[in-house]
C-alpha cells in the first residue's frame, strides 16, 4: 500500500516539475530578452550614438530591410534624419564620412579586420582575396596585382576589343527587331570578357545571346548569401537548409566544380595568351605564394565581382544619359567630334574624353555598381573617429549607397549632373565632398579590377555611342532596384538606331 501510495505521488509531482519548468522557461525567456534590449539602449558603450532606438535595441530592423533588399536606401534615410554617424545595430556604427574612409579601410599598424559575422565562405572554405585575413590577402594580393598591372591591361587590350566589338554587332543585328534589354547583353559582355581573362577560355553568351549556367545563377546565389549573412548572426545557419531549395543551394558548388575543371585545363595548356593566369603563373614559377586551391576560388570570385560591378555601371550609364536628354547631347557630340576623322577607338584614346569620364564618375556616384557596406570590426585598442571614442569590437563601415547620396556630401544629390566633376566644375558644386567618394574602396584591400572595369566602361560607351542613337523605351523607373548584395537589375529596354561608325 506505502509502494503504491509513494508511486502515485511520483507520477503527480514528476508532470508538475515539468510544468513548473515549462512555465518558468516561459517567464525566464521573456525577461531576459527584455533585459537585453534595456541594456542595448540605454548601458551599452554606444548608446550615445545617433539613431532610432529599435535599431539600437536588436537587429531585426536591420534584418528586415536587408531581407526585402532595401537596407542601402533606409540607411540613406536614417543618415539624412540623424547625421553622418547613425547607429545601425546594437553594435555597428554606420559612416558617410571621408575621414571614415580613410581610418576604417586605410592602413593601419592595427588592421581593422573584416566582421567575422559578415565575412562569406567560398564553397570551398579556402580564403579568397576579398575574405581573407591580412596576411593570407597580402600574399595574394602581391601575386594577383600582376594580372591587373597597367602593363597586363596594354597587353589584353586586343581581348577587350575584340568583346566589345562583337557586343556591338549583336546589337547591329538586332536593332530593327525593337527594342533590347541592355542589361541583359552588358552582363554577356561583362561575363564573357572576365571568364576569357581568368580562364583563358572564351565563353558564348554574346556569341549565342543567351545566359551561362554561371550567370543565370548569380541572382539566386546573391539571395542565399545574404540569408545565410542574416541567419549566421543569430546562429541559425541550420535554418537555411529549410529556407534554400536544392537547386539555389548547390549552384555555388556546381559552379565553382566547373571553375576548378577550367583552370586545371588552362594550367595545362601552354600558351603565351595574356589572360591572368598567364600572369599568375608566371610569377609563381619565382613566389611560389599560392596554391592551386587558392587560384580556384580567386577566380570563381573575379567571375562575379567582376562581370556584376561592370554590367550594372554600363546599364547604369545608358539609363541616366537617356533619362537626361542634355547630358545625352554632350556626351555623344564629345564622342562623335572626337572620332569623326577616322580616329581610331582604342584603350588609349578613350581615356581622352573628359566629359565621358565625367559622366561615368557621376553614374558610379549615383548608382555604386558595390552599394553596400563592407563591414569591419574596432580593433583592441580602440579607436577615434570623427571626435569620438569607438570601443573595441564595434562593427564600423562606410555604406557606399548612403555616402554618395549624402546631401551632407554632395550638393543636389539625387541629381544626376556629371559637371560636378569636371575640372571647371559650377561653383555650385565647389563644396561638394569628393573624397568621400571611393566607388573602388580605399586602402591596401580596394579594387584590384578598377583599372580593367575603367577600360571597359569606357571603351563600351564610345563604340555604342558611335553606332547607334539610343532612346529608353518604358523603364523609367529602372532605378528602383533591390539589392541583395548586388543590384537587382531588372531589364532595361532600349530602342538601338544604327547611324555611320567610324573605326
Known sequence: MQCRRAFSRIRLEYPLRIRRAFYSGLTVQPCALLLHVLFNVYLHPLRGYPGPWLWAATRLPWCWYQFHGTLNQKLLALHEQYGQVVRVAPNELSFTTATAWKAIYGPRSDEMPKDPVFSLLTPTGVPNILTADRATHTRHRRLLSHAFSEKALREQNGIIEGYVKQLITQLSRRANDGPLNLSQWFTYFAYDVIRDLSFGEPCTCLETGTPDAFVSSLPSISKELILFQMLKYYRLTWLRRLFMPTSVSGARARNIARVVDTVTRRTERRTDRKDFLHYILAAMETEKSISREEI??????FSIAGSEATATALAALVFYICTHPRVYRVLVAEIRDRFAHNAKVTLATVNELPYLNAVLTEVLRIHPPVAITLPRVVPSTGVFLNGRFIPPGTTVGVNHFSTYRASRNFHRPGDFVPERWLVDRPAEFENDARDAFQPFSFGPRNCLGRNLA????????????????????????????RIWGFWVKTPLWVQLREVSCVE
Open 454 to 481: 575603367w577600360a571597359e566602361m569606357r571603351m563600351v560607351a564610345v563604340r555604342l555611342l558611335l553606332g547607334f542613337d539610343l532612346s529608353l523605351v518604358g523603364c523609367e523607373r529602372w532605378d528602383e532596384q
Open 296 to 301: 580556384n576560388v580567386n577566380a570563381f570570385s
